[in-house]
């Protein structure tokens, strides 16, 4: 069994900055790919950011050049940096592991509230 644990979220001001992080913990043998989702009201959960077991990257279309994905091997965590921040990007944030046979893991998530 995987735990995910995330942290960070808040309300900021458009324009602002936060730090996602998600601490992995439990049956967690080799490194595997994790990612950010959000869910904002009345919508479906949407891909936000991925890094793979390598460390490559993949972003949606409306947080290129803003956000960033990284990750600390060491720690099993996973951060997204967060800049520009526009009301639109308003939602709860959940973090997810991809485990061997390509079952996900999420955690709780956490809310992000951009204000205008």
């Known amino acids: 069994q995987v735990h995910l644990v995330e942290s960070g979220g808040g309300l900021v001001q458009a324009g602002g900055s936060l730090r996602l992080s998600c601490a992995a913990s439990?049956?967690?043998?080799?490194?595997?790919?994790m990612g950010w989702y959000r869910q904002s009201p009345g919508k479906q959960r949407e891909l936000v950011a991925s890094i793979g077991i390598v460390g490559s990257t993949n972003y949606a279309d409306s947080v290129k050049g803003r956000f960033t994905i990284s990750r600390d091997n060491a720690k099993n965590t996973v951060y997204l940096q967060m800049n520009s921040l526009k009301p639109e990007d308003t939602a709860v944030y959940y973090c997810?592991?991809?485990?061997?046979?390509?079952?996900?893991?999420w955690g709780q998530g956490t809310q992000v509230t951009v204000s205008s």
């Open positions: 997810s592991l991809t485990a061997i046979g390509g079952s996900n893991y």
């Open positions: 439990g049956s967690i043998s080799r490194i595997r790919p």
